[in-house]
């Protein structure tokens, strides 16, 4: 059916409808006329306009993985405090948009008895963006939402709390092709694979066809093979980065390996260019075993990661930016890390990023 879109039919339904169409009406009203923010408390904040309406916020820490359910009845209290205006965020936050001050304290009370944690904003813990992992990717080396979920439990005071020197973003990648935001995080966990794909050499020639296999690595690792007399592949070791690319289209080629997958941290990545330029994350750990369902040695390396930060860093400085201040050196020193081989970035075209040797890299 046509679609009406600032008073024109459109007569397809190609491509989103418009975004002002979904705007609460005080957002409408004042678009382009906000003056400022500020955090009210943990979790609540306000934008005043120049017309003097004010719009609240009510910050939420969801998870990605939802249900219908879980969506209803985020939905009727939507409907019961801020006429069923909220929004999802990039980092799985749920954001209920109120323009009536006194429901702020009824709605923080009923979203807490149901166990939903207010907060996130300001000088905390961010809600933690991450990826499928074992529910449903493919070519995942560790599990993101029981890692994630493990995280939260042991971090949940930075969460609700003003108790950093600024804003921590986390993000968790169940493997290298990096689905998450762990590029751009201050502190990210990232799924590693550490051995090439195991070839069923009797099953390719059935599953899989053979020059889309070959065609979907990105480093020509996969070649093609005769094998017992059949067609089939094999995979240059030395060439090949355990993205799982190849597993994508071939099912002959599973990637995944309990004994050898785990994860590797990376910190300093954020997204925001105030007061320094953005950043990417570099490595931490190169290597932690997966051992769920609690994954402690992740949760020891992430808490010594942000007990140093809280403690070295000045009011406001980014994990980036104290970082870039006290040194690669002395971040290894107070956290304890080895500084190993895998921390030099020896890719075959580093020399072009100026990246090449460890003297660059600290």
């Known amino acids: 059916m046509p679609d009406v879109d600032k008073g024109t039919v459109r007569i397809t339904d190609i491509g989103p409808p418009n975004y002002e169409n979904f705007l609460p009406p005080i957002i409408k009203k004042n678009y ?19 017309t003097g309406d004010k719009l609240y916020t009510v910050r939420v820490g969801s998870t990605r993985i939802v249900s219908s359910d879980f969506v209803r009845e985020i939905s009727d209290i939507a409907d019961k405090y801020c006429n069923g205006y909220l929004r999802f965020t990039t980092r799985n936050n749920l954001e209920f948009l109120l323009d009536k001050e006194e429901n702020i304290e009824p709605l923080i009370k009923e979203l807490q008895a149901l166990g939903f944690p207010v907060g996130g904003m300001d000088h905390s813990l961010g809600n ?17 939402s029981g890692v994630v979920k493990a995280l939260m439990d042991e971090f949940y005071d930075y969460f609700v709390g003003d108790k ?41 020639k059935d599953l899989c066809e053979i020059p889309s296999t070959i065609a979907a690595c990105p480093v020509d690792a996969v070649r093609p093979k005769t094998i017992n007399g059949k067609p089939s592949v094999e995979i240059d070791e030395d060439r090949c980065v355990f993205c799982g690319n190849c597993y994508t289209v071939c099912p002959a080629l599973p990637i995944a390996d309990p004994l050898n997958d785990g994860l590797a941290i990376f910190v300093g990545g954020k997204v925001a260019n105030a007061r320094t330029k953005p950043t990417f994350s570099k490595l931490a750990v190169p290597w932690l075993p997966n051992n769920p369902p609690r994954w402690p040695e992740v949760i020891e390396a992430v808490r010594t990661i942000l007990e140093a930060y809280k403690d070295g860093a000045r009011r406001g400085e980014r994990v980036a930016e104290w970082i870039e201040r006290i040194g690669w050196p002395k971040f290894f020193k107070i956290t304890g890390f080895e500084f190993t081989k895998y921390h030099i970035d020896d890719f075959r075209l580093g020399e072009a990023t100026m990246n090449y040797s460890n003297y660059a890299r600290l």
């Open 164 to 204: 950093l020197p600024a804003k921590v973003r986390m993000a968790f990648a169940c493997c290298l092709n990096m689905c998450g935001s762990v590029g751009a995080s201050d502190i990210a966990i990232v799924g590693m694979h550490r051995r090439p794909p195991t070839v069923m050499a009797d099953r390719v």
């Open 32 to 50: 382009g006329k906000w003056l400022y923010h500020e955090i009210l408390k943990p979790g609540v904040m306000v934008h005043v306009s120049e």
């Open 128 to 144: 933690i963006v991450h990826t499928q992992g074992w529910l449903h990717c493919h070519t995942s080396a560790s599990d993101a």
